[in-house]
């Protein structure tokens, strides 16, 4: 699904340059659920982005479904984005004079979706997540959890092949931190591949696999077989 | 292409800004405004100068005597001269296919007219058949004078709208009726009116002036001669001021070079003088209107880039969501073209109301029916779009330009 290898990225603040990826190479299989760890400024961040075409590497390969990422223009990186990839961000990134119904059928609207299918189609997911009842509500009349669940069914109604999700738990207590991976966990169930950043050990124990990188190289790498299991909300009859 | 969803996103973000947009739709608005006023008023003013000139014709070359002021050919100055029926057959011989000619002879005796016991004082002229085309009148009913009433000496009168109305109270049908022009009785012929800002001309009477002549013992007289140069250029009838003044020199013996002995209105070179100012100040006020919706433009551009500003981390979200640069850059392009359009609309309108409020009311010699018509409105509308789309498009590229990444980092 995701395949990496000796990816560069430098970014040149001032007279500095700033390696930040020194030759990454990485491989993600469809259906992983996997999480990179790191400290601050050791690229993960920088990587995640990589990965979701928001960002450009400088140097190595990147293939996306095995479609060769390589001076592709702004218009075909969002196309790609809107076709493969799912984003869930640490402060939600929902838009804010959007109705939840709205923001979560965005994704449908950049596909030329006709307005009526996609608010039946949003209306669905927000059912999923138990926000149907929110669904004219602004993004600010929603607690943390309920704007990541609303993020979370945005990034997922498109149906993309994978979820990119940096610190999704970042801005959650602990308590909602725990319901958001049991969502992401019935997620990934579902054969949708999913990255997570986060700093969070207890966060990364509950992927398959947990990457660490350190100063822009991937220090460890190793399967996770401790998986906790809880109920999942996403699969409530 | 029309894209409903789109529109329904820029009304939302209009809504939530109500008085920014006010406040950049007011600059626009004001741009236009200005620019209706003031090509409204040109147009007055160019109206009211036009219809000082449509009192007659605008081709016309007036001569009239007056004394001379060189000693010519052991003569003294200060001899007047005094033009006659000679200078009037003199003129039809060096110009025999001039379009009108025409002689003046103006009573100012006794310039009373009288019908049974209703009686007023107005002006009356003597002129030749053709002066009607020269003045210019407006024949309600019956006719003007002609070549006939010339010949014969007839006694007939032509009387204005004015003089009917002064006269002919009782409601006698005036055509064919008789009045007394200082006591002598003439016949009605035709009546006219002559709308005219400057002159007296809807408060005159005109008469043949061969029997004026000989009735009011004029004798040969002529005040004024007056002839149109058809279509000759304004350098054309200069040659032909010169041309009168030489052989009128000559018949009356005065020095060429005089230029008291006889005077001349050139109406075509005045007209031309005229049209040309009108353009000028045309010019002028298109640069002023031009130059004000560019500072409307500019608040709009100004807003536009605040706006993107404001929306950098939305449309990195966007982007992120599969946002293609086009689908952006026609969400900026289409607002600001909406407010531009719509404000400038509005501007528009109180334009063109106040052109029409205010046009009732001014109505003075050299200032009338200031108006803004359907080519300006439509030039108008034209300016806006390509200001709008003018306005938002650098801060559309911007917008479109920002990377996903930097833009969901902007708080």
């Given at each position: 699904?995701?395949?990496?290898?000796?990816?560069?990225?430098?970014?040149?603040?001032?007279?500095?340059?700033?390696?930040?990826?020194?030759?990454?190479?990485?491989?993600?299989?469809?259906?992983?659920?996997?999480?990179?760890?790191?400290?601050?400024?050791?690229?993960?961040?920088?990587?995640?982005?990589?990965?979701?075409?928001?960002?450009?590497?400088?140097?190595?390969?990147?293939?996306?479904?095995?479609?060769?990422?390589?001076?592709?223009?702004?218009?075909?990186?969002?196309?790609?984005?809107?076709?493969?990839?799912?984003?869930?961000?640490?402060?939600?990134?929902?838009?804010?004079?959007?109705?939840?119904?709205?923001?979560?059928?965005?994704?449908?609207?950049?596909?030329?979706?006709?307005?009526?299918?996609?608010?039946?189609?949003?209306?669905?997911?927000?059912?999923?997540?138990?926000?149907?009842?929110?669904?004219?509500?602004?993004?600010?009349?929603?607690?943390?959890?309920?704007?990541?669940?609303?993020?979370?069914?945005?990034?997922?109604?498109?149906?993309?092949?994978?979820?990119?999700?940096?610190?999704?738990?970042?801005?959650?207590?602990?308590?909602?931190?725990?319901?958001?991976?049991?969502?992401?966990?019935?997620?990934?169930?579902?054969?949708?591949?999913?990255?997570?950043?986060?700093?969070?050990?207890?966060?990364?124990?509950?992927?398959?696999?947990?990457?660490?990188?350190?100063?822009?190289?991937?220090?460890?790498?190793?399967?996770?077989?401790?998986?906790?299991?809880?109920?999942?909300?996403?699969?409530?009859? | 292409?029309?894209?409903?969803?789109?529109?329904?996103?820029?009304?939302?973000?209009?809504?939530?800004?109500?008085?920014?947009?006010?406040?950049?739709?007011?600059?626009?608005?004001?741009?236009?405004?200005?620019?209706?006023?003031?090509?409204?008023?040109?147009?007055?003013?160019?109206?009211?100068?036009?219809?000082?000139?449509?009192?007659?014709?605008?081709?016309?070359?007036?001569?009239?005597?007056?004394?001379?002021?060189?000693?010519?050919k052991g003569m003294q100055p200060g001899r007047p001269i005094r033009l006659n029926n000679e200078d009037y057959e003199l003129l039809k011989k060096i110009y025999p296919d001039v379009e009108y000619l025409s002689g003046r002879y103006s009573i100012w005796s006794n310039q009373t007219l009288s019908y049974k016991n209703q009686y007023g004082t107005f002006?009356?002229?003597?002129?030749?058949?053709?002066?009607?085309?020269?003045?210019?009148?407006?024949?309600?009913?019956?006719?003007?004078?002609?070549?006939?009433?010339?010949?014969?000496?007839?006694?007939?009168?032509?009387?204005?709208?004015?003089?009917?109305?002064?006269?002919?109270?009782?409601?006698?049908?005036?055509?064919?009726?008789?009045?007394?022009?200082?006591?002598?009785?003439?016949?009605?012929i035709g009546v006219f009116s002559d709308l005219d800002g400057r002159n007296n001309n809807s408060r005159a009477v005109y008469l043949p002036i061969s029997t004026a002549q000989k009735v009011f013992g004029g004798t040969n007289r002529i005040n004024t001669l007056v002839l149109t140069a058809g279509d000759a250029s304004v350098e054309e009838t200069k040659l032909m001021e010169q041309e009168i003044r030489t052989y009128l020199a000559r018949k009356h013996k005065f020095d060429p070079?005089?230029?008291?002995?006889?005077?001349?209105?050139?109406?075509?070179?005045?007209?031309?003088?005229?049209?040309?100012?009108?353009?000028?100040?045309?010019?002028?006020?298109?640069?002023?209107?031009?130059?004000?919706?560019?500072?409307?433009?500019?608040?709009?551009?100004?807003?536009?880039?605040?706006?993107?500003?404001?929306?950098?981390?939305?449309?990195?979200?966007?982007?992120?969501?599969?946002?293609?640069?086009?689908?952006?850059?026609?969400?900026?392009?289409?607002?600001?073209?909406?407010?531009?359009?719509?404000?400038?609309?509005?501007?528009?309108?109180?334009?063109?109301?106040?052109?029409?409020?205010?046009?009732?009311?001014?109505?003075?010699?050299?200032?009338?029916?200031?108006?803004?018509?359907?080519?300006?409105?439509?030039?108008?509308?034209?300016?806006?779009?390509?200001?709008?789309?003018?306005?938002?498009?650098?801060?559309?590229?911007?917008?479109?330009?920002?990377?996903?990444?930097?833009?969901?980092?902007?708080?």
């Amino acid at each position: 699904m995701i395949d990496l290898s000796n990816i560069h990225k430098s970014y040149i603040t001032g007279t500095n340059r700033l390696h930040v990826l020194k030759g990454i190479d990485l491989h993600v299989k469809k259906g992983e659920l996997v999480s990179i760890m790191g400290s601050s400024g050791s690229g993960k961040s920088t990587l995640l982005n990589i990965i979701g075409i928001l960002d450009i590497h400088d140097e190595g390969d990147y293939r996306l479904n095995g479609q060769l990422i390589h001076n592709i223009n702004e218009t075909k990186a969002a196309a790609l984005r809107n076709k493969f990839i799912g984003f869930v961000f640490q402060s939600f990134n929902l838009i804010s004079f959007k109705t939840a119904l709205e923001n979560v059928a965005l994704p449908l609207y950049y596909q030329g979706v006709s307005r009526k299918k996609r608010n039946r189609m949003a209306a669905e997911y927000l059912d999923k997540m138990g926000l149907l009842d929110w669904s004219d509500h602004m993004p600010n009349e929603l607690s943390g959890g309920q704007k990541q669940r609303l993020a979370i069914a945005r990034a997922m109604i498109h149906q993309p092949k994978v979820i990119l999700a940096d610190e999704p738990t970042g801005a959650l207590d602990s308590q909602t931190s725990y319901e958001m991976m049991d969502l992401l966990q019935a997620i990934n169930r579902e054969g949708i591949t999913i990255i997570i950043v986060t700093h969070e050990r207890d966060i990364a124990e509950r992927t398959n696999r947990i990457i660490r990188l350190r100063d822009g190289n991937i220090g460890d790498d190793h399967q996770n077989g401790i998986k906790k299991e809880t109920t999942g909300v996403f699969n409530r009859p | 292409m029309f894209d409903l969803d789109k529109w329904q996103e820029i009304i939302t973000t209009i809504e939530k800004n109500k008085l920014r947009t006010f406040l950049t739709g007011f600059s626009v608005a004001w741009g236009i405004f200005m620019l209706i006023i003031l090509l409204g008023s040109g147009r007055g003013l160019q109206n009211g100068i036009e219809a000082q000139f449509a009192s007659s014709a605008n081709n016309a070359l007036w001569i009239w005597s007056g004394q001379t002021s060189m000693a010519y050919k052991g003569m003294q100055p200060g001899r007047p001269i005094r033009l006659n029926n000679e200078d009037y057959e003199l003129l039809k011989k060096i110009y025999p296919d001039v379009e009108y000619l025409s002689g003046r002879y103006s009573i100012w005796s006794n310039q009373t007219l009288s019908y049974k016991n209703q009686y007023g004082t107005f002006d009356i002229h003597t002129v030749h058949p053709d002066y009607d085309e020269i003045e210019l009148i407006d024949m309600k009913k019956g006719r003007f004078v002609n070549e006939t009433d010339i010949k014969e000496f007839n006694k007939y009168v032509v009387i204005s709208t004015e003089v009917e109305k002064a006269l002919f109270k009782d409601g006698t049908e005036p055509v064919g009726t008789y009045i007394k022009v200082a006591d002598i009785p003439f016949k009605i012929i035709g009546v006219f009116s002559d709308l005219d800002g400057r002159n007296n001309n809807s408060r005159a009477v005109y008469l043949p002036i061969s029997t004026a002549q000989k009735v009011f013992g004029g004798t040969n007289r002529i005040n004024t001669l007056v002839l149109t140069a058809g279509d000759a250029s304004v350098e054309e009838t200069k040659l032909m001021e010169q041309e009168i003044r030489t052989y009128l020199a000559r018949k009356h013996k005065f020095d060429p070079e005089d230029d008291r002995a006889i005077f001349m209105w050139n109406a075509t070179e005045e007209f031309e003088r005229f049209q040309n100012l009108m353009g000028g100040i045309r010019i002028f006020i298109w640069i002023i209107g031009i130059m004000t919706i560019i500072a409307g433009i500019v608040g709009v551009s100004n807003i536009m880039m605040i706006v993107v500003k404001e929306r950098t981390k939305e449309i990195g979200i966007r982007k992120a969501m599969g946002a293609k640069p086009w689908s952006i850059i026609s969400l900026i392009m289409q607002e600001s073209i909406l407010i531009t359009g719509i404000a400038g609309y509005v501007g528009l309108l109180l334009g063109v109301f106040l052109l029409e409020t205010v046009s009732a009311q001014v109505q003075s010699e050299f200032f009338r029916n200031p108006e803004a018509d359907f080519t300006l409105a439509v030039a108008a509308t034209v300016i806006l779009i390509i200001a709008g789309a003018f306005a938002g498009f650098i801060p559309a590229r911007k917008a479109a330009s920002i990377k996903p990444v930097e833009a969901l980092m902007d708080e």
